[in-house]
């Protein structure tokens, strides 16, 4: 990461929190005493960060620091960016479509259904799926289930988040390298709104089951598709 731009982000909105009301103080903003524990890490560790002689912390790390200096949603972003930006690894992009999925996709209309990768990246659809998604320019069903926009278009969003979470741990678990990158920026995007679902997964995600999405109450089944990218198909059925 070119001239230590997460240890002076880190440090910058470090000066700029506001301590404890404790009297004068000759430094503006908390101490790093005071930040490793709200964080809970060391003095030590934290030192090392902003300094830059550690600049691989770990999403708990990094979430447990947003918390700590309250940050807004676009500096949670920011902050992954700056991770992402310091590392030259980028999951590798999915095998594409097998000719006859697609063509299985388009006899499909005009049902809703979507092929998806173990991350939940959408890598095809049907023109009914992307009316009533309201994924819109998100590509990925998971990091729109922790959007800010979700809570309006999921009436059950804690069902829905949870089953979101649950899908993106067992891709995970089962080494998904996209599943595992996108579980490392929701921590810091999302914050405990991912991560408490996230670690609380203890099931497998269900193949069958419904979902509302907006005014539309969504009967859902998955078939999951032979190939090496473990592509599953989900078609979505209107209830009345």
């Not at 992307?130 to 998100?138: T, V």
């Not at 859902?220 to 198909?233: D, K, P, Q, S, V």
Request: aromatic fraction near 6%.
């Amino acid at each position: 990461m070119a001239d230590n731009a997460l240890g002076r982000f880190l440090r910058a909105r470090r000066e700029a929190t506001a301590p404890p009301a404790t009297g004068r103080r000759r430094t503006p903003g908390l101490r790093r005493s005071e930040l490793a524990d709200r964080a809970g890490i060391s003095v030590e560790y934290l030192t090392r960060l902003e300094r830059g002689t550690d600049r691989s912390p770990s999403g708990q790390v990094l979430s447990a620091l947003a918390d700590a200096l309250t940050m807004t949603a676009d500096e949670r972003v920011h902050l992954y960016r700056l991770i992402k930006a310091g590392t030259n690894c980028t999951p590798a992009p999915p095998p594409p479509l097998r000719p006859t999925v697609q063509a299985m996709l388009d006899t499909l209309e005009p049902a809703a259904a979507a092929v998806l990768s173990p991350a939940g990246d959408v890598l095809a659809s049907t023109a009914r799926f992307r009316e009533i998604s309201g994924l819109d320019d998100e590509p990925n069903l998971v990091r729109f289930a922790f959007s800010p926009q979700a809570l309006a278009h999921y009436p059950d969003w804690d069902q829905v988040a949870n089953d979101r979470a649950a899908t993106l741990r067992a891709a995970a678990d089962l080494g998904d390298h996209a599943a595992a990158a996108l579980a490392f920026e929701l921590s810091l995007t999302a914050g405990a709104a991912f991560t408490d679902r996230y670690d609380a997964a203890s099931s497998l995600p269900a193949a069958t089951g419904t979902e509302r999405w907006g005014a539309h109450l969504l009967a859902f089944e998955t078939l999951y598709l032979a190939g090496e990218g473990e592509h599953r198909l989900v078609i979505y059925f209107g209830q009345h």
